[in-house]
Each structure stands twice: as structure tokens, then as C-alpha cells.
T-cell receptor, first 114, second 111 residues
Framework: GDSVTQMEGPVTLSEEAFLTINCTYTATGYPSLFWYVQYPGEGLQLLLKATKADDKGSNKGFEATYRKETTSFHLEKGSVQVSDSAVYFCALHPSNFGNEKLTFGTGTRLTIIP | DAGVTQSPTHLIKTRGQQVTLRCSPKSGHDTVSWYQQALGQGPQFIFQYYEEEERQRGNFPDRFSGHQFPNYSSELNVNALLLGDSALYLC??????????FGDGTRLSIL
């Protein structure tokens, strides 16, 4: 079945550091890929998405590129801020019609220190 | 434009009891999905409702059931609560081929 593997956390960085959170997936066909962010006490917010190979999703300085050859969708940001501290989830939505469930990774907790 | 709203925010129950959680989808959305998020884990798909019917179900026992109303709002019911049912329950709404939007969840604690 479908699965998503994220790098183990927690991750602690200093403000303005470069961020990479690794995500790889296993799925049949061509799933859509997402990054969601969860702030303390809140639900999940969609951060960015990519729906086909080589697509780059971007939002709020974050980027991720859909790499079919390596089945990866790594999240990057060039200069993190304290406000980026949250838990980040990589997720996939299958391509087969009628299968609507999102499959999530276990999440990566990011803490940015001033 | 209101997003996905869930109620209640927090709930405390004891083992063996039954609980009902509620969700109002984002305006314009007709599909509602429910997820269970255990502490420190990613959300796990419970089921999805569309046109008032359960369209797809994850690996959850029959104690978990749901309903969707004509206005697209939805309920999640859990019977015979177990300690392991303690989690954050997330509702997500969507329309066909668009990303799911999540509410802030209901935190359920079982004593």
C-alpha cells in the first residue's frame, strides 16, 4: 500500500539557517504530494503541493520538488524564522479514481531558536 | 469565509462510553473526511463521506461510524470507547480533485 517516510525529528535550527526536511514515498501511479504544517493546538494547514513529476510547489519561502525518479518530495527553505517552528507533515493523495484518502508521514517537529 | 469548523474543541469521556464529534465543511465543499491523530503521529484516515454516503473507509473497527447531512456537515460517532481512542480527531473538507482543508480538531481524552 501507499506509504510516506519522513526524516526523524525533532530538528532544531538557528534563525536564518537553511532547512531541509526529507520525504520519500511509495505509491502506484502518479500521486499528488503535499506538505502540511501544524502549529501548536491547531489543525493542519496546507503549505504547498505538487501534482505531477518535476512540479515545484512553493509558499511562504518554502519549496519542494516532485522527483519521480527518487520518489521524493523534500521540503526546503533558505532562511528560517522563529515563526516557522511547527510540525511538518508530508502526505500523498493517490492517483487512482475513487481512492481519496491522504496518507501522511509521522511528522517532523521543527524548532527555530533566535 | 469560514473554514472547516469542528465541535467540541475538547472532550473527556470514560471507557465504554459513546461520543459524537461534529464538523461543518468549508463553504462550497461537499466532501468530508475524518482522521485520527495519535500523540506524536501523523493523521490516520478513518473514512470519507460524499453525497451522504460513506465512500471510503480506512482500517478502523465498526465502533467508528459516521454520517453526512444534506448541508454537507458530518458527524463521527465512536462507541464503546477504549483508552486507545484518545487522540486528536481531525475533519477535512474538499471538492473533487482539490486539496483537503482541515479543521482545528477535537481533542478526545478517555479516562
Amino acid at each position: 500500500g501507499d506509504s510516506v517516510t519522513q526524516m526523524e525529528g525533532p530538528v532544531t535550527l538557528s534563525e536564518e539557517a537553511f532547512l531541509t526536511i526529507n520525504c520519500t514515498y511509495t505509491a502506484t501511479g502518479y500521486p499528488s504530494l503535499f506538505w502540511y504544517v501544524q502549529y501548536p493546538g491547531e489543525g493542519l494547514q496546507l503549505l504547498l503541493k505538487a501534482t505531477k513529476a518535476d512540479d515545484k510547489g512553493s509558499n511562504k519561502g518554502f519549496e519542494a520538488t516532485y522527483r519521480k525518479e527518487t520518489t521524493s518530495f523534500h521540503l526546503e527553505k533558505g532562511s528560517v524564522q522563529v515563526s516557522d517552528s511547527a510540525v511538518y507533515f508530508c502526505a500523498l493523495h493517490p492517483s487512482n479514481f475513487g481512492n481519496e484518502k491522504l496518507t501522511f508521514g509521522t511528522g517532523t517537529r521543527l524548532t527555530i531558536i533566535p | 469565509d469560514a473554514g472547516v469548523t469542528q465541535s467540541p474543541t475538547h472532550l473527556i469521556k470514560t471507557r465504554g462510553q459513546q461520543v459524537t464529534l461534529r464538523c461543518s465543511p468549508k463553504s462550497g465543499h461537499d466532501t468530508v473526511s475524518w482522521y485520527q491523530q495519535a500523540l506524536g503521529q501523523g493523521p490516520q484516515f478513518i473514512f470519507q463521506y460524499y453525497e451522504e454516503e460513506e465512500r471510503q473507509r480506512g482500517n478502523f473497527p465498526d465502533r467508528f461510524s459516521g454520517h453526512q447531512f444534506p448541508n454537507y456537515s458530518s458527524e463521527l460517532n465512536v462507541n464503546a470507547l477504549l483508552l486507545g481512542d484518545s487522540a486528536l480527531y481531525l475533519c477535512a473538507s474538499s471538492v473533487l480533485n482539490q486539496p483537503q482543508h482541515f479543521g482545528d480538531g477535537t481533542r478526545l481524552s478517555i479516562l
